[in-house]
């Protein structure tokens, strides 16, 4: 009966228009934010604007359907500037005079692209009509007493998809999901990190005892932001490789330089990987008031190491009209803790001199800081004559191949020591804590 049609992608902060979708006997919405009530609408255009504040932070967002009685009939939530999936579909269902369920709507967006390429939908296992362009399927003849199912697939490329399954029985119907949400942990002194079975208890939301269903170490994710050409990289640390001998003949050989002798020092381990995040950012119109950074593929640590990536990886726009490294950042952060997996995020400034950022450096802290997300800065120059240095606080100098090792062995030695805790159910990492049963382990920061 109610569904969001704004589906936030990216970060969102200040005032944004939310819309959501609503069928009879809906007669009243009531938006919550974090908790607190945050507007009303009693008609339709069913769109409210609400404020995320000035700083970029989790949020969960529900709105609850109410009929002409004032009974609830329906609710939905999203969280905000929370990993969201790579595609997501909400569907409410159109009904008759008596309640049957006629037809679905459904909505849908993707980090990729505003509109599915193909749309799919099953009632039963049977495949059902859905007319190019629309939003909107007829249901067939059926048995309102019994249960069904109805299934709505969005595709949006080859590997970014979307599918929402709606139970169907009697008046009532029910969106089934099943949720977990991933704390990033590590023990608090050397030593093995607990298993499932003693960290039973151990964490809680309120005083509401959270059930862990695993743990996992797997491999890290470091999110890399750092301007779009090599040259810093290429100045502070050079080229890497060595001299080699090439035989030419008889006793004769001549020197040659090979670049990419080096390729795997100072390496992630084999199975990390690192993303480079773009600081140009992209204004999506499907999701007014949030950015979008461009990002490399991802580079595993037995392909290559961090001086070779740092020198060789570069944006194709060399010259951007404006660069925002503290989003970049701050987005940055949101992709690594969507990975479901270890994490990190390294900022690297080079030779910038001003930052467009919407963002202040202590306010992207504070914000990797409630996602759970490590956090580095890293200077190609030297930290007095950096000017962006200074606003970030704690800088790490790597202008030179040996203060670029030490600070790869800090970061490998924050990715081995943390865990992943999987608790079941979904919660706002802010909202989670150690209990009074906790013992030798310590929540990410």
């Known amino acids: 009966m109610i569904a969001f049609a704004s589906l936030f992608l990216g970060l969102v902060v200040g005032v944004v228009p939310v819309t959501v979708l609503v069928e009879k006997p809906v007669a009243a919405v009531r938006f919550e934010l974090d908790g607190r009530a945050a507007g009303r609408l009693e008609r339709a255009p069913w769109t409210i604007p609400l404020d995320f504040g000035s700083e970029p932070l989790p949020h ?5 359907a109410f009929d002409d009685s004032g009974r609830e009939v329906g609710a939905t939530r999203q969280f905000v500037n929370l990993p969201r999936p790579p595609a997501e579909v909400e569907v409410v269902l159109e009904r008759d005079s008596k309640g049957r369920p006629v037809a679905a709507r459904f909505t849908g967006q993707s980090l990729i692209a505003q509109r599915p390429t193909r749309v799919t939908a099953t009632f039963d296992g049977a495949t059902l009509a859905v007319e190019d362009g629309s939003d909107r399927v007829a249901l067939p003849p059926h048995d309102a007493g019994a249960r069904h199912i ?32 991933a704390v990033a942990m590590r023990a608090a002194a050397a030593g093995k990190f607990p298993e499932v079975a003693d960290l039973e208890g151990a964490l809680q939301r309120g005083r509401q005892p959270l059930s862990v269903v695993a743990v996992e170490q797997g491999p890290a994710l470091v999110c890399v932001v750092r301007g779009p050409s090599v040259a810093p990289a290429l100045k502070a640390l050079g080229a890497g490789g060595r001299t080699i001998w090439v035989q030419q003949g008889r006793n004769r050989g001549l020197p040659q330089f090979d670049r990419d002798a080096s390729r795997n020092r100072v390496a992630l381990e084999k199975e990390d990987l690192l993303r480079f995040i773009w600081p140009i950012p992209r204004f999506p119109a499907s999701s007014p008031g949030s950015q979008l950074y461009d990002r490399s593929r991802d580079f595993p640590g037995a392909n290559a190491g961090v001086p070779w990536l740092l020198t060789r990886i570069e944006h194709p726009e060399q010259h951007p009209p404006e660069v925002r490294l503290a989003d970049a950042a701050a987005v940055a952060g949101l992709e690594a803790a969507a990975s479901g997996g270890r994490r990190a995020v390294v900022l690297v400034l080079g030779e910038e001199r001003e930052d467009r950022s919407r963002h202040s450096p202590a306010s992207v802290r504070r914000y990797l800081e409630a996602i759970r997300v490590p956090f580095f800065v890293w200077s190609l120059k030297g930290l007095a004559t950096q000017p962006l240095a200074k606003s970030w606080s704690a800088v790490e100098d790597v202008s030179s191949a040996t203060k670029l090792e030490k600070a790869v062995e800090k970061l490998k030695t924050e990715l081995a020591e943390q865990r992943i805790v999987w608790v079941q159910g979904r919660y706002l990492p802010q909202e989670i804590a150690l209990s009074d049963r906790a013992r030798g382990i310590e929540l990410v920061r």
């Open 60 to 64: 969960e967002l529900v709105a609850r």
């Open 150 to 181: 109805l299934s709505i697939d969005l595709e949006f490329s080859p590997v970014v998809r979307s599918r929402t399954d709606v139970v169907l029985g009697g008046v009532e119907s029910t969106i089934a999901r099943s949720e977990l949400t």
